[in-house]
């Protein structure tokens, strides 16, 4: 009885709002992302998985009696070309903006926010960071406009250390290499910081120059003298697959704990070495409860969600689901109640739940840990290989404390 | 007396037009006279000197982060003028400019342009580590503070505020390049031997004209840092160097205001561009080739050309011809776009989609408004035609003009096309 009265009300709601307002102001959606230069692989991912979850959400009839509308600018991978593309934006009416390929850019854009919420009360634009990891963007630089729906480093290297101590892999040896700039001395900071915890020794660390290095012989020889049992590493792109494949030409039998192997292209180009290899992520495939996502996901898009496509498409379900709890009958959109909103909402994806923490605008959410093997369920790259699950880490043994630097503004309610 | 009329005519539609037209076009605005002062500051150097610089980025990245400290100062309670802001851009760059100029034009040639790209990529190599000064991988940040009842909080105050500093320092780099050092700047790049016989320090000399075309960048990157009010390492990224030198190209170097014809085109083309289609650096970099090839002295050389034989010039016959090849070259741009959105189209993540959704088959694709058949042979035939249509246009457009430009004098034909000093006829 109590299911048929909830049927008829949620059917009744959805028939006003099916009924078409006349002047219903659309919730407009931009995609700031890198979608030329050397970044436009990983900035086209993030755009597919939004214009996805932007799908969904018009699928399920919209918002404000309209259908969201999204658009997609590029700003080139530079930070000043993404300042323009945020006033484009603004001139364009778009409300949330998304954006995942640089920690640079993410900076930008919140500063960007930031000021122009300052100067434009009522007609606010809210940031959904996808990507930018840096720990300033929910420390000095965090913001209520600011949400941050991804990891960072302290909770990649919480999650592979638990997940690898208890399947052995670990070991008391840790040697710690990562690129020098805010994201490698993050993750260098945090392997340092969860040693106590995981029961090992930092026996080296090493930054080094960010996609500059060709030969990682000599880093390679300074691994092997130091014989670590695991080597914790932040390095993406062609740092992470040089250094892999050095190690494997050296005869290096070390586990590989990393952030970013699943990045395309990578298994395919370390091959046979980069089996048994950790990765810590947000998301992937075989960590899935069920198929359903993934197999919806290809059915739109014609690929299975890879790298950071599972990840920024919940986070537009989180959205649709912070949307779901307001109306505005068509009339002005606040985003400032789509963020108070959005802070309130707990969303189920195939791993576990996300939340918005208040203090910091940093989600709450499950790391998937993962070991490179053959016969995978999901095949990375056209290959054999892909990842199998080792562990979810559950949200609140990831997360880490509010730091002290975010001295967050709230609007005045 | 002409020359006047036409600039005033043009400052009069740059203060009077701006605050009708959305943030959208003002913002586009600012960016292109930002980067028209950074293409003069540059030309200064190539065009003058005849040094080609491959790291201008350098001397632009430091007048921005110079520009934000200060700017933060101001937030601290510094009293110090919003507007003049751009003062710390230009003081930055000189200094900067002296240091690294007088290592660059030790040499030149070759080993002056290698110089300048090293001293940029020591910059964007060294400035993520420098935490304190160029703010790690998110930046510096500052905001525009009020000053005399001025907000500086709408784009329209930094727009007049831009257009203000750009025409001032446009109009001093004009000034300078006329005075008495000015013109020995050009005879260094004429023949630096014979300087030196002359008596003069030609390394001094080319250092003042490095450091001096620093200051300008400096400036130029100090009014983006005011206009974006944050600016990050990547400023010195090689992009932003390569970027200048194409916008002066394209512009003409041989001109002195040339730079500011290619700065306008190829920002004001990113702006209209770049969300349209993705091929957008595609075509940019198509016009950059089809520019070097058919018109080496680039927009303003071939704007001035015309200036200059403007009294033998009879329209009613070049009239004609340069429709023609209007037409021809609408023609032809009409059929690479074409074509290029196709292949983008057909190669795309969507098509695969519906590829692999229709069963293999090549299902029909929407482009222009209207629907193709990828199978069909209008579909491929239709770029041809227009190709091969408006080349043909194009050939016999050509040679029409050339004969009329023949006849008015081949000498003259000649003398053009061999740079002159510039300046002389902006």
């Known amino acids: 009885m109590k299911h048929i009265a909830m049927m008829t009300f949620t059917a009744a709601g959805a028939l006003v709002a099916a009924a078409p307002a006349v002047h219903a102001e659309p919730l407009k959606i931009g995609i700031i992302e890198s979608l030329s230069g050397s970044q436009t692989s990983t900035g086209r991912l993030y755009a597919t998985a939004v214009e996805y979850g932007v799908d969904q959400i018009n699928k399920a009839g919209g918002f404000n009696g309209e259908p969201v509308q999204v658009t997609e600018y590029d700003n080139a991978g530079g930070a000043p070309e993404a300042a323009d593309k945020f006033r484009q934006a603004v001139a364009d009416g778009v409300d949330i903006i998304f954006q995942g390929a640089s920690s640079a850019i993410a900076g930008q854009l919140t500063e960007d926010v930031r000021k122009h919420n300052i100067r434009n009360t009522g007609k606010e634009v809210m940031f959904i960071n996808l990507g930018g990891e840096a720990m300033e963007l929910t420390g000095d630089k965090c913001q209520f406009y600011h949400f941050r729906f991804t990891t960072t480093a302290p909770m990649r290297v919480n999650a592979l250390v638990s997940a690898m101590k208890e399947s052995g892999d670990l070991g008391t040896k840790v040697y710690s290499i990562n690129q020098n700039y805010s994201w490698g001395q993050d993750m260098q900071a945090a392997v340092k910081a969860s040693a106590e915890k995981g029961g090992y020794e930092v026996i080296d660390e090493v930054l080094h120059d960010v996609n500059k290095i060709q030969d990682f012989a000599p880093f390679v020889a300074r691994i092997k003298a130091a014989a670590p049992n695991t080597v914790f590493t932040g390095n993406w792109s062609n740092d992470l697959l040089l250094l892999m494949k050095a190690t494997g030409d050296a005869g290096l039998d070390v586990t590989f704990a990393t952030a970013f192997l699943d990045q395309p292209g990578n298994i395919a180009n370390a091959g046979k070495t980069a089996l048994g290899h950790y990765i810590a992520n947000n998301y992937d495939n075989a960590a899935a409860k069920t198929d359903a996502f993934p197999e919806a996901y290809k059915q739109a898009t014609g690929h299975y969600p890879i790298f950071v496509e599972g990840h920024s498409a919940f986070a537009l379900a989180q959205l649709q689901q912070a949307l779901g709890t307001l109306d505005f009958k068509g009339g002005e959109i606040s985003v400032t109640q789509i963020a108070l909103a959005l802070e309130n909402t707990t969303y189920e994806t195939p791993v576990g739940p996300v939340s918005v923490r208040k203090e910091d605008h940093q989600t709450i959410r499950p790391v998937v840990v993962s070991k490179v093997a053959e016969n995978a369920k999901y095949p990375a790259d056209n290959t054999d290989m892909g990842f199998e699950t080792v562990k979810i880490v559950p949200a609140e043994e990831a997360i880490y404390p509010v730091q002290e630097s975010c001295q967050m503004e709230r609007p005045e309610q | ?426």
């Open chain 2, 1 to 426: 007396m002409r020359n006047i009329s036409i600039l005033v005519a043009i400052l009069a539609l740059a203060i009077a037009v701006p605050p009708f037209l959305g943030i959208a076009w003002q913002n586009a605005l600012v960016n292109v006279l930002i980067a028209s002062l950074f293409a003069l500051a540059f030309n200064l150097l190539i065009g003058q000197a005849g040094l080609l610089s491959f790291g201008h980025a350098a001397y632009f990245g430091i007048g921005a982060f110079a520009a934000l400290h200060l700017m933060i100062a101001i937030e601290d309670g510094l009293a110090f003028p919003t507007p003049l802001v751009p003062l710390a851009g230009a003081a930055a760059g000189l200094l900067v400019g002296i240091v690294a100029g007088y290592f660059a034009t030790m040499r030149s040639g070759v080993y002056f342009a290698l110089v300048t790209l090293a001293i940029a990529e020591l910059f964007h190599s060294l400035a993520p580590h420098l935490q304190g000064l160029f703010g790690g991988e998110s930046g510096v940040s500052s905001m525009r503070m009020p000053w005399q009842g001025i907000i500086f909080g709408s784009l329209i105050e930094v727009y007049y505020l831009t257009l203000g500093w750009v025409l001032t320092c446009g109009l001093a780099l004009w000034a300078y390049t006329r005075t008495p050092f000015g013109r020995l700047t050009l005879a260094l790049r004429d023949n630096e031997q014979r300087v030196q016989f002359l008596g003069y320090n030609a390394h001094a000399a080319k250092v003042i004209v490095f450091a001096v075309s620093a200051m300008a960048s400096g400036v130029a990157g100090a009014l983006l840092a005011i206009s974006n009010e944050t600016a990050n390492y990547s400023l010195f990224a090689t992009d932003v160097s390569a970027q200048v030198v194409l916008q002066t190209f394209v512009g003409g170097s041989t001109v002195f205001f040339g730079p500011v014809f290619g700065a306008a085109a190829f920002t004001l083309f990113a702006f209209l561009v770049s969300d349209l289609t993705r091929s957008w650096v595609f075509y940019q970099g198509l016009i950059f080739v089809l520019v070097m090839l058919y018109a080496p002295t680039g927009i303003g050389g071939v704007i001035a050309y015309h200036a200059r034989h403007r009294r033998q010039l009879d329209w009613s016959r070049l009239a004609g011809p340069y429709a023609l090849a209007l037409v021809g070259g609408l023609l032809v741009a009409a059929g690479v776009v074409y074509l290029t959105e196709t292949v983008a189209v057909l190669f795309g993540e969507g098509y695969a989609v519906r590829m692999r959704d229709a069963g293999g088959s090549l299902p029909r694709y929407d482009l222009f408004g209207v629907s193709w058949d990828p199978a069909g042979i209008l579909t491929w035939l239709l770029p041809l035609i227009l190709i091969g249509a408006g080349g043909a246009v194009l050939v016999r457009a050509r040679r029409s003009i050339a004969g009329f430009w023949n006849r008015m004098g081949r000498t003259e034909a000649l003398a053009a096309a061999t740079p002159e000093p510039a300046g002389g006829t902006a």
